[in-house]
């Protein structure tokens, strides 16, 4: 005899579409049910789907940005300490401070902080690497990276019931719908 699945053990409901037109209407409609706490699996984007989930803009173009003006920072202020106050020396009557000399170093410096930052950045936001996530237990994930579309509405979300969630999902006219369970 086995127990009917608590919200405690249960992670969300899964439901599969076989189009990216599918997986748009059925976004808009999650939405517009009042869901919160809910993702779009896709294999490739969905182009406006990010407006429809009611998606916040990436904060990745500003952190690269800060940390290419930092490179740039870093590389003036290098060149400027190891050619005008560490070890100064005359040649060919150059001021200490000649700048155009220092501009292929301040450049490699912006596109390594630049890209680092929008590395880091952009696996901090995704909370990567993450090598386990329940979503994976799914009958329909495993063709995520193929071909199928799903929405996973979370059990965290305030309007989560199991059984309404359930019931919802198969109005959206999905090819499967499951309960996901937390291994």
């Not at 809910?38 to 940390?67: C, K, N, Q, Y």
């Not at 400027?80 to 009557?93: E, R």
């Not at 799914?138 to 019931?161: E, M, N, T, W, Y």
């Amino acid at each position: 005899m086995t127990a009917a699945p608590t919200k405690s053990d249960t992670y969300g409901v899964l439901a599969e579409f076989d189009t990216a037109h599918g997986i748009y209407i059925a976004a808009e409609k999650v939405r517009e049910a009042g869901y919160t706490r809910w993702d779009a699996l896709t294999p490739f984007p969905v182009h406006g789907l990010e407006r429809v989930m009611g998606l916040e803009a990436s904060r990745v173009p500003i952190v690269a940005l800060v940390m290419a003006l930092c490179g740039a920072c870093l590389g003036l202020a290098l060149e400027y300490w190891t050619s005008a106050v560490d070890y100064p020396l005359v040649i060919a009557g150059k001021p200490f401070f000649s700048w155009p000399a220092f501009v292929p170093v301040i450049f490699e410096l912006t596109v390594l902080f630049g890209a680092a930052g929008a590395l880091l950045s952009s696996l901090f936001f995704a909370r990567l690497p993450r090598w386990y996530h329940p979503s994976f237990y799914g009958q329909a994930s495993g063709r995520v990276s193929d071909d199928r579309f799903c929405l996973l509405i979370l059990a965290a979300d305030p309007r989560f019931d199991a059984a309404k969630t359930v019931e919802f999902c198969q109005q959206l006219s999905p090819r499967s719908v499951e309960l996901i369970q937390e291994p």
